[in-house]
């Protein structure tokens, strides 16, 4: 059993930055891959990035070049660096852990574990 939970969200004006947290319970951190999904109001949970315990990342291509995905192992916690945000970007950002890769993540939404959201706002 993986518990996740985020931090970081807020407001901020568009071409600002935030970082987003997910610490994980659990000792066996290193054998997930990590990702990052996000939910507009109106609209289906989206992939946006992930990545796995070596490092190897993927993106979701709405965000490549202004997100950066991370994560420290002996921390037990998941990144995400987002740049340049635009007002499209204003979501529920979740966290969520797999037994799979940071592609499979992206390309099936696949996860096995969630956290509980927290919110990006970003305003003109």
């Known amino acids: 059993q993986v518990q996740l939970v985020e931090s970081g969200g807020g407001s901020v004006q568009a071409g600002g930055s935030l970082r987003l947290s997910c610490a994980a319970s659990?000792?066996?951190?290193?054998?997930?891959?990590m990702g990052w999904f996000r939910q507009a109001p109106g609209k289906e949970r989206a992939f946006v990035a992930a990545?796995?315990?070596?490092?190897?990342?993927y993106y979701a291509d709405s965000v490549k070049g202004r997100f950066t995905i991370s994560r420290d192992n002996a921390k037990n916690t998941v990144y995400l660096q987002m740049n340049s945000l635009k007002l499209e970007d204003t979501a529920i950002y979740y966290c969520?852990?797999?037994?799979?890769?940071?592609?499979?993540?992206?390309?099936?939404?696949?996860?096995?574990?969630w956290g509980q959201g927290t919110q990006v706002t970003v305003s003109s």
């Open positions: 969520a852990a797999a037994w799979s890769t940071p592609q499979t993540m992206g390309e099936t939404g696949q996860g096995h574990y």
């Open positions: 659990g000792r066996t951190f290193r054998s997930y891959a």
């Open positions: 990545i796995n315990w070596s490092g190897s990342t």
